[in-house]
């Protein structure tokens, strides 16, 4: 049975860096496309970062040289470095690989 399971969330102040973490089990990161989602109150889930089994990586454009996905095959994780995080990037932000399985997710606010 595949579960992911994220952490490292929290209440962060403007211009502040988090990283998520999203430990896997079930499966191995290495071998599916490991994906980090998030969905803000009212809006639609959108994907914020995608990485490969061949090591290409994409972001939303609004993320784009702020978040970095990555993964470290021999802990089975894949992480979101956040970094100079805005109020907009507020939401609940999950994992998934191969688009078919989720973690349950982790609160990330942006607030002063």
């Known amino acids: 049975q595949v579960q992911l399971v994220e952490s490292g969330g929290g209440l962060v102040q403007p211009g502040g860096s988090l990283r998520l973490s999203c430990a896997v089990s079930?499966?191995?990161?290495?071998?599916?496309?490991m994906a980090w989602y998030r969905r803000a109150p009212g809006k639609q889930r959108e994907a914020v970062a995608v990485i490969t089994s061949g090591g290409n990586v994409n972001y939303l454009e609004s993320v784009k040289g702020r978040f970095t996905i990555s993964r470290d095959n021999a802990k089975n994780t894949v992480y979101l470095q956040m970094n100079n995080l805005k109020p907009e990037d507020t939401a609940a932000y999950y994992c998934?690989?191969?688009?078919?399985?989720w973690g349950q997710g982790t609160q990330v606010t942006v607030s002063s």
């Open positions: 079930g499966t191995i990161v290495s071998n599916g496309v």
């Open positions: 998934a690989v191969n688009f078919a399985h």
